[in-house]
C-alpha cells in the first residue's frame, strides 16, 4: 500500500456508515488482504447475519478473568467496539448477554474476543454481535488484573484505540484509523471490480 498523502476529509462517524456497506472480503483486499484476524476468531451467533462495524476500545486481561471488562463496560459510548486480549483462552468465558446488554445500552457495537464467551443464543437474540474463538458455559473469575487501552494482539493481529473494526460472516478485519479513508478507497474499487466480473461471468 502506499503511503497516505491526501488530507482527512471524512468524519468517523462517515466512515463508519461507508464501511457498513461494505463486506469484509473486499475491505481486506483494499489493504493487501492483511490485517484479517484469524479464523478462530468468528462471529458466535449459531446463525448467519452478524455485523459489526465500530471503533476499537481495547482492553487485556488475564485468561478467563473478567474484571477488566466490568471497569470499562460502564464508560464505553456509540460507536465503540470492546476489543479483548483475553490470551487465547477457551476454558472460560469472557462475557455473556449480561454484560453485552450493559454495553449495547451504552451504544457499544459489539466484541471481539481472544478468548470464548457463554450465552451465545442470547447474544443474537438481543442483536449484539460478538465475535470470539468459540463458546463455553465456564463463567469468568472477576480477580483482575487488567489494562484498558494501548495496542493488543487478538487474532494474531495488532489493534490499537481507535481503529475501525469490521465483522461480518467472514470474519473480522482491522482497519488502522490513520489508513481508514484510503482502504475505504480501495475496497470500494474492488466492489466495482467484482461487479464488472461478475457480468463477464454473466452472473
Ligand atoms: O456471568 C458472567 O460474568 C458472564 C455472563 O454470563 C453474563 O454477563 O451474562
Ligand atoms: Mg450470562
Redesign the pocket.
Known amino acids: 500500500m502506499t503511503e497516505n498523502t491526501v488530507a482527512s476529509t471524512m468524519t468517523e462517524a462517515e466512515l463508519l456508515e461507508k464501511f457498513a456497506e461494505i463486506p469484509s472480503a473486499p475491505i481486506s483486499d483494499g489493504q493487501d488482504r492483511l490485517n484479517v484476524l484469524d479464523a478462530g476468531i468468528s462471529s458466535v451467533w449459531p446463525s448467519p447475519g452478524a455485523r459489526l462495524v465500530g471503533r476499537a476500545v481495547t482492553l487485556t486481561v488475564g485468561g478467563g478473568d473478567?474484571a477488566g471488562v466490568h471497569a470499562v463496560v460502564d464508560s464505553l459510548t456509540e460507536g465503540d467496539v470492546l476489543v479483548i486480549n483475553g490470551q487465547g483462552l477457551t476454558h472460560r468465558?469472557l462475557?455473556?448477554?449480561?454484560?453485552?446488554s450493559r454495553a449495547k445500552k451504552r451504544g457499544c457495537r459489539g466484541f471481539v474476543i481472544d478468548g470464548c464467551v457463554?450465552?451465545a443464543v442470547d447474544l443474537q437474540e438481543i442483536n449484539f454481535p460478538v465475535f470470539a474463538r468459540g463458546v463455553t458455559p465456564a463463567?469468568?473469575y472477576?480477580n483482575g488484573p487488567y489494562r484498558i487501552g494501548g495496542p493488543v494482539a487478538v487474532g494474531n493481529v495488532a489493534v490499537s484505540p481507535g481503529d475501525l473494526m469490521i465483522g461480518d460472516d467472514d470474519g473480522v478485519v482491522v482497519v488502522a484509523r490513520d489508513e481508514a479513508e484510503q482502504v475505504l478507497a480501495a475496497a470500494q474499487a474492488k466492489l466495482v471490480a467484482e461487479e464488472k466480473q461478475r457480468a463477464e461471468i454473466g452472473l
Do not use: C, H, Q, S
Open positions: 473478567n468465558a462475557i455473556g448477554e449480561l454484560i453485552a457463554r450465552d463463567g469468568p472477576r
